[in-house]
């Protein structure tokens, strides 16, 4: 994922409005979603290329490395959907585009649970394998105490390296303990790769997913396309009538228009409205303070509230406030082909209630989602 910052004044200008009426250039380096890269990547922007504004970067991986530095430094630093990054460090300066509440972790998993808990006959036993990286760690943990929560025996963990690309030998082994259910907690390739020997292979667990990174991709659901049928996952957002909150509609659509030619996720639903209100806060608050001063722009964040395309309004902190998390989970069903116009089963999940939906509604991936 590429590293993001902001400098005023430059050459290079972004279109549309800019903070404070001045021209914007983008300084962006690819960590190449190698965590090792990232602390050097964010020494060059800040000591190199002296931007005036840092952007946290996507997730976990990217946002932890650098907050040694950033809080050297003490800047302002608004990371996107990375999992529980302050909750250690409480350093003021921090705040989190994330939707998952005070405990984003359990957040990410309890729907997994709850969901696998409302089947009949019950589940009793499951399996938790992840990758052996920094974003797995925390959710998987938490994945215990709602699988413990929800009355389910953990039979086996393992983890993987990043790097794996033969997952027999992985299910190979859950396949021996016998499990009910089967939680992955996963990254981009090796979700596509779980996907595909999962599929293949004879062990059937009751349900599979859980806190896959990879499915709410357009490039990766293409991929694997009816593999999927089946799995429960997360999601931060979905087109659904209730979701479709005031501009997110027209800034996919703007989204949309562009995203071929530039080489990334054809729909977006999954990055765009966090990533968009990651820059809307950080613009707000640069507009309301009159400058980049990191100090004045993290007092102003800590009090106030942003309007985005998410919902209205939005606090963010150095560990979010809210009471409850707003992900939800969903299962495939029907997907019959390797294109983004497929049907889609959806067991919905949100704290506080299970609700379920099914239909074979068949056109655009946008009209198969419904909410109750």
């Given at each position: ?28 380096y690819?960590?190449q ?32 490395p ?61 399996a ?63 979700s ?17 997913g ?25 999601e ?28 990334v ?16 806060v ?45 992900s ?15 049907c889609?089963s ?27």
């Amino acid at each position: 994922m590429p590293v993001s910052l902001i400098r005023s004044g430059g050459k290079r200008s972004t279109a549309g409005a800019a903070p404070l009426g001045r021209p914007v250039e983008l300084v962006c380096y690819d960590d190449q979603a190698n965590a090792d890269l990232v602390l050097g990547l964010y020494q060059r922007l800040i000591d190199e290329d002296k931007v005036d504004l840092v952007i946290g970067g996507y997730g976990t991986n990217t946002l932890l490395p650098a907050m040694p530095l950033i809080v050297e430094r003490e800047r302002f630093f608004v990371g996107l959907m990375g999992l529980g990054v302050n909750n250690a460090l409480l350093y003021p300066n921090y705040f989190a585009m994330i939707p998952t509440g005070p405990d984003p972790n359990a957040a990410l998993t309890e729907g997994f649970f709850a969901l696998a808990a409302q089947q009949k006959p019950r589940p009793e036993t499951v399996a938790l394998v992840s990758a052996d990286a920094e974003l797995s760690r925390n959710p998987v943990l938490r994945a215990k105490a709602n699988a413990e929560k929800c009355g389910f025996k953990v039979v086996h963990e393992t983890t993987y390296p990043l790097t794996n690309e033969d997952f027999t030998p992985v299910i190979d082994a859950v396949a021996e303990s016998g499990s009910d259910l089967l939680f992955l907690c996963s990254y981009l390739a090796d979700s596509i790769g779980l996907a595909r020997t999962i599929r293949s292979h004879h062990f059937q667990p009751k349900m599979v997913g859980g806190a896959m990174i990879g499915p709410q991709n357009t490039a990766v659901k293409t991929r694997v396309g009816p593999m999927l049928n089946g799995s429960v996952n997360y999601e931060y957002w979905a087109p659904v009538p209730k979701m479709m909150f005031p501009g997110v509609q027209e800034l996919l659509s703007t989204y949309q228009a562009r995203a071929g030619e530039a080489g990334v996720d054809l729909l977006g639903h999954y990055m765009v409205p966090l990533a968009y209100a990651q820059m809307r806060v950080v613009a707000q608050a640069v507009e309301a303070t009159g400058g980049f001063d990191d100090a004045s722009l993290s007092a102003y964040a800590r009090g106030e509230t942003f309007s985005t395309v998410l919902a209205s309004p939005v606090a963010v902190t150095t560990v979010p406030r809210s009471s409850t998390g707003v992900s939800c989970s969903v299962q495939f069903s029907c997907v019959s082909g390797r294109r983004p116009a497929w049907c889609i089963s959806k067991l919905m999940y949100q704290p506080g209630g299970v609700s379920v939906e099914r239909g074979q509604h068949r056109g655009r991936m946008e009209d198969t989602w419904q909410w109750k």
